[in-house]
């Protein structure tokens, strides 16, 4: 049985200011991380202001971010070794716009995944297919080769406790959701990938989130899906009541 999990994606939203207040606002509603687990991914520069006001509640912490050295001449970079020390989660990686805007290649994602579970975090691992090549029918092929290219070299176990996010980049910010039916097939291919790159226990076990344009009104649909075991929340994981009414789905 897969835990649910629910990641906001504050992306380059908030300050540390705004994010103690978030926190103290909607950590007292969380369900138990048994039954779904909350994430949020903030900046590296709110991360500490969110480890500090979600300590002793059920929000788990993620970066937007890491580079896939421990340390070193990185200029600007942040170190995956640190985050583990202050007391992070899970780290995205491989989100649409950190392949648009800052050229990471599937290389580069699959490093990173690797320096991840060295340093003792989990992944949140992101694909997603864009318009152009939806409508050129090569959506599933696409996707499935970004999982195939992330998950290289990683250890079934490690895959097996990694999250997966299928997010269609037309669908990220734009109002316009997936179905429920278009987020379920392109996630049931994820899953089908990661079965016949390890086998069935480890694809059983792997979680898909969706993403793109989930907000309260259409997390349930999207949750009773089989193959959708969570939500990358972007604008909709900005406000406390609607992050709560999208972490209590099943209330
Ligand atoms: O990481 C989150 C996604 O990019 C979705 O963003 P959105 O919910 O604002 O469409």
Redesign the pocket.
């Known amino acids: 049985m897969r835990t649910p999990i629910i990641a906001g994606?504050w992306k380059m939203n908030m300050n540390p200011e705004q994010t103690a207040e978030f926190v103290k606002a909607v950590k007292n509603d969380l369900p138990a991380t048994s039954k779904v687990e909350s994430v949020i991914a903030a900046p590296a520069v709110d991360l500490p202001a969110l480890l500090e006001a979600a300590k002793g509640s059920e929000l788990k912490v993620a970066a937007e971010n890491c580079y896939f050295e421990d340390e070193g001449a990185f200029t600007g970079e942040t170190s995956p070794k640190v985050l583990k020390e202050m007391g992070v989660d899970y780290v995205v990686i491989g989100?649409s716009e950190r392949r648009d805007y800052f050229h990471e290649t599937d290389e580069d994602i699959n490093k990173k995944a690797h320096a991840i579970f060295k340093n003792g975090l989990l992944p949140i691992i992101c694909c997603g297919e864009s318009l152009e090549t939806r409508e050129a029918g090569k959506a599933e092929e696409w996707v499935a080769g970004q999982v195939t290219a992330a998950l290289k070299d990683l250890s079934g176990d490690q895959v097996a406790s990694s999250v997966i996010a299928y997010?269609p980049i037309w669908?990220?910010?734009?109002g316009k959701t997936a179905s429920s039916d278009q987020a379920e097939e392109i996630c049931a291919v994820v899953r089908k990938t990661v079965a016949k790159l390890y086998d069935e226990t480890v694809a059983d076990k792997v979680r898909i989130q969706y993403?793109?344009?989930?907000k309260p009104a259409n997390v349930k649909d999207l949750m009773s899906k089989e193959n959708i075991d969570g939500g990358?929340?972007?604008?909709?994981s900005l406000v406390p009541e609607s992050y709560l009414a999208l972490v209590n789905f099943n209330k």
């Open positions: 994606n989100h997010e669908a990220i910010g734009t993403g793109g344009s989930v990358l929340v972007g604008g909709a």
